[in-house]
């Protein structure tokens, strides 16, 4: 069985995935979510609080946090960063006056430490409107390159159409298992189990990423 396969049936037993989805009010986070459930996307109201949707994709359960981006609940992001394993920062692409606070809401949210083990994936949506910026555009905007702190990746997308939805989901999850993956192996090198073959050490140690006590 392949690792990536044996981690992902250790965190269908274990744990799900929890991945955290912010941005700037009007960025399209719930239009987004809506879509990859395949829900009606022309009816939706700002978010006011939050939102908890689950989906199964690739074999992963993930549990995903909708918070709302309003200026006046921005301040409450704080209180959903525990325990997640993948940031999605949604931007408007077409919304260049706002850019730059979008730009510094990220630059708070790296300097978090409770995410610093998260992996970022940045989308810049609503790429179908006309006056959409492109997505190495907003790349620069946004000081991407400068993020050394985090994996990450930008996609250009639309929550509309459904471009690249799905494909960016797909390379969030694959960094978040290949890093699961390297740090359980460093865990293996640092504390060798003898007579353990990897399944049975991925298995036992890995997910949460902590030793186990006394073995
Ligand atoms: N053209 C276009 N409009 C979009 C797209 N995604 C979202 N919208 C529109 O943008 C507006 C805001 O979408 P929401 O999904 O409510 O945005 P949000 O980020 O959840 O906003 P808050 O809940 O206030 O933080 C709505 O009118 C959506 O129809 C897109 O990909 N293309
Ligand atoms: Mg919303």
């Keep these: 069985m392949g690792l990536l396969k044996i981690i992902r049936k250790i965190k269908q037993k274990e744990k799900e995935i929890r991945v955290l989805v912010l941005g700037l009010d009007n960025?399209?986070?719930?239009?987004?979510?809506?879509?990859?459930?395949?829900?009606?996307v022309l009816s939706i109201s700002p978010t006011l609080g939050f939102t908890i949707s689950t989906f199964e994709h690739n074999n992963l359960k993930l549990n995903v946090w909708d918070v709302g981006g309003q200026k006046s609940l921005r301040a409450f992001w704080r209180n959903y960063f525990e325990s997640t394993d993948g940031l999605i920062y949604?931007?408007?692409?077409?919304?260049?006056?706002?850019?730059?606070?979008?730009?510094?809401e990220l630059q708070n949210l790296l300097k978090e430490e409770r995410l610093l083990g998260a992996t970022l994936l940045v989308l810049a949506n609503k790429q179908d409107l006309s006056g959409a910026v492109s997505c190495e555009t907003?790349?620069?905007?946004l000081q991407?390159?400068?993020i050394k702190t985090h994996h990450w990746k930008i996609v250009g997308c639309s929550a509309y159409t459904g471009?690249?939805?799905?494909?960016?989901?797909?390379?969030l999850l694959e960094?978040?298992?290949?890093?699961?993956?390297?740090?359980?192996c460093n865990w293996t090198q640092l504390r060798?189990?003898?007579g353990k073959s990897w399944d049975a050490v991925l298995i036992r140690d890995s997910i949460s990423c902590r030793p186990s006590i006394g073995s």
């Design 192 to 194: 060798p189990i003898t």
């Design 175 to 184: 960094d978040i298992s290949s890093r699961q993956l390297r740090i359980c």
């Design 27 to 40: 960025s399209g986070k719930t239009t987004l979510l809506k879509k990859l459930n395949g829900e009606d």
């Design 163 to 171: 471009l690249n939805l799905l494909s960016s989901i797909d390379w």
């Design 90 to 104: 949604v931007v408007d692409s077409s919304d260049t006056f706002r850019m730059n606070d979008s730009k510094q």
């Design 138 to 141: 907003i790349k620069d905007l």
């Design 144 to 146: 991407l390159d400068s």
